[in-house]
């Protein structure tokens, strides 16, 4: 029969299917199988575990241990920062997939009330590579910190950490001179990576939190942990080395005195429409700060609690730079309280006596241009005791021409103009004093005589910080030492032991006979005495100071330029006025103050001079007087330009 009419279930002789094709096959799969277990063998047990422990150390990594980063207290040991626990949520790029991302912001902004636009620049922002955390959002609510943890299949990359955020206890109050830590940038992290930052910590960005960085920040330990798969950590398997809890400061701010400052400040600018303000007050016999409030200012648990980039560029672009600390960061005419250089010049170089008397009038004139007394009067004949008082202006341009501009600059160079103070705070700018040599390197020319006299009342090219102001002041009133300023004490361990002092630091020793700066000294109690400062001389302390007005900017309608005003005051150790010493002579002979106090009052432009008025507030605050001896309508705005 033919294999064309086979039946159906019928099969050929030769059927390929045969038994002995199952046995080959047989046979291939027994030599394999024989083969694999070999390997398996030698992989399992030939091997000692070598493999074994190597996937058990695929699953193992190090991680750092935060450390905790250290307080920081007033000088009555006030708690002015703390370390709070807080859900943290940060992406790790890499297991973000991109065709998700846009998906996974929105998600992410919608449960934290952000903008997407803002996490979107916090991954691109990263300063380490994709495989490291990035922080998106701090302070995180704890419901949806379990809801993002609990929903990793639909927010990949992302994680809830838990660590430590910074509350700083008195806000706004003390934000200029505290700061604030914010994510570490590119160029702090190509930097500091060596020292063991990472991509995703926190970094002192201003104040004492930058300056004392390395103090606060403390050591990261390290912990070996298990991870699964994804990722996840899954139990920490040893310590390898416990972290070290960073130091602790003790400033030199009272934060009493700083409140007393503040309300001062506020009150002053708020009556007399100020944008912004300065008021630092300070220990004379120590350089140490007592108070430092710079107006307007920000919160720094803004940025502690994770700041927008809308509110952050709200601050930026502020025209009054509340970012800014005007104390130290920013240089302005010093007016007429810079008088006491050209005082202190001229009588140590012997061009004047206490005794000699100079003709004040209405103007000098070089050439063709002439040069105002600032009342357009003048005094008539006054020594440096009047001239000082009335802060005659004609005085001090004959005193100014005596000197020349180069012994000038020798003398604010002697009281620390021109230089940073080398305040333990970031930013500090370091002022301008013009000499020949100065203006050849920056303008190519010499200084001419008229030029000499606006240096002489503080004008023309002369600018200096507050800081720097109240520091000549305080040398002036301590008999001749400048110090260093300082607004941190001591630093501590996390033990409480003190791990350095910080010593009251000398910058120098003014070049002059302590008869000189006790003239001065009498001068200046003699611009209260004198009333150029209204009904100062009416507290029922002995006060000492100088008043100054700057003129800067474009001229109004009435070719008026505006004006700054400022007011220095120092105050002897033993204040109260006495029927021995009605005038205050002796008192400010000595050289025992322990307080000086500054105000600058940008752009006032007022009846009177409004930083006179802010000193003499916070002095009836400091000092507990009951009276109330502000002028309020000294304070009334207009250009009137009518002290100095």
């Known amino acids: ?99 998700r991302r846009a998906d996974v912001v929105q998600r992410l902004a919608t449960l934290l009330g952000m903008d997407p636009a ?27 910190a379990n809801f993002i943890a609990e929903s990793r299949l639909d927010l990949p990359g992302t994680e809830i950490v838990v660590e430590s955020r910074r509350e700083y206890a008195t806000g706004p109050l003390l934000s200029q001179v505290m700061g604030y830590t914010g994510p570490i940038n590119r160029a702090q992290l190509d930097a500091l990576g060596s020292a063991g930052y990472l991509p995703d910590d926190l970094i002192g960005k201003t104040g004492v939190e930058a300056q004392y960085e390395s103090e606060l920040r403390g050591s990261y330990g390290v912990q070996l942990v298990e991870k699964d798969a994804s990722g996840r950590k899954i139990q920490v398997l040893q310590t390898v080395k416990e972290p070290i809890a960073g130091n602790s400061l003790d400033l030199t701010i009272d934060v009493k005195e700083q409140q007393y400052a503040e309300q001062a400040l506020k009150w002053g600018m708020s009556l007399a429409g100020l944008k912004r303000g300065v008021v630092i007050v300070m220990n004379p016999q120590t350089g140490e700060v007592l108070a430092m409030v710079s107006l307007p200012t920000y919160d720094d648990n803004l940025f502690a609690h994770g700041i927008s980039a809308t509110d952050y560029a709200a601050l930026l672009d ?21 008088k006491l250089v050209g005082g202190t010049g001229a009588l140590a170089d012997g061009k004047i006596r206490k005794s000699t008397q100079l003709l004040t009038q209405p103007f000098l004139t070089i050439g063709d241009t002439k040069y105002y007394e600032w009342n357009r009067r003048g005094w008539g004949k006054c020594n440096i005791l009047c001239g000082f ?56 020319s010499e200084i001419y005589p008229g030029e000499v006299f606006q240096a002489g009342i503080g004008q023309g ?3 200096s910080t507050p800081i ?9 009133a301590n008999g001749g030492t400048l110090y260093r300023p300082q607004v941190v004490r001591d630093i501590k361990d996390a033990n409480g032991k003190v791990v350095r002092d910080f010593k009251p630091e000398v910058i120098r020793q003014l070049d002059v ?52 005003s400022w007011f220095v005051a120092f105050v002897p150790k033993d204040p ?34 409004a930083a006179t008025e802010i000193v003499k507030y916070y002095l009836q605050l400091h000092y507990g007087i009951k009276k109330d001896y502000r002028n309020f309508d000294l304070l009334k705005r207009g250009n009137f330009y009518e002290s100095n």
């Open 468 to 476: 720097q102001l109240i520091n000549a002041y305080a040398a002036l």
């Open 389 to 444: 008082a009335h802060s005659s202006d004609t005085f001090f341009f004959q005193v100014a021409a005596m000197l020349g501009i180069d012994r000038l600059a020798y003398w604010a160079d002697q009281y620390g103009f021109g230089s940073r103070t080398g305040i333990d705070l970031p930013g500090e700018v370091k002022g301008t004093v013009p000499s020949n040599q100065w203006k050849l390197d920056t303008l190519g």
């Open 576 to 609: 109260a006025v006495t029927a021995k010493d009605p005038n205050g002579f002796k008192a400010v002979s000595r050289t025992d103050s322990d307080l000086v106090v500054l105000a600058f009052a940008y752009d006032s432009r007022t009846k009177g001079n």
């Open 318 to 338: 502020n025209p009054d730079k509340p970012l800014t600390n005007h104390a130290i960061a920013e240089h302005f005419p010093p007016g007429s309280t810079y």
């Open 118 to 144: 803002d996490i979107n620049i916090a991954i691109d922002s990263n300063p380490g590579s994709r495989f490291d955390l990035v922080r998106i959002a701090t302070d995180v609510n704890e419901q949806v």
């Open 461 to 463: 090219y002369d600018v």
């Open 1 to 99: 029969m033919s294999t064309d009419t086979l039946g159906v279930g019928e099969r050929p002789a030769t059927d390929p299917r045969s038994p002995i094709r199952f046995l080959a096959f047989g046979l291939v799969v027994a030599i394999l199988a024989t083969v694999l277990g070999v390997r398996l063998f030698m992989l399992q047990v030939a091997s000692n575990g070598q493999f074994t422990t190597l996937a058990e150390a695929n699953r193992s990594v190090s991680q750092p241990i935060e450390s905790i980063r250290g307080v920081i207290y007033d000088r009555n040991g006030v708690p002015l920062v703390s370390n709070v626990p807080s859900y943290t949520v940060k992406i790790r790029p890499a297991d973000l997939p991109e065709g």
């Open 513 to 564: 006979a302590p008869s000189v700066l006790e003239t001065m000294r009498q001068a200046s109690r003699n611009v209260v005495v004198l009333r150029h400062t209204y009904n100062l001389v009416d507290l029922p302390i002995v006060v000492a100071g100088k008043s100054g007005t700057a003129e800067f900017g474009t001229r109004d309608a009435q070719g008026r330029l505006p004006f700054h």
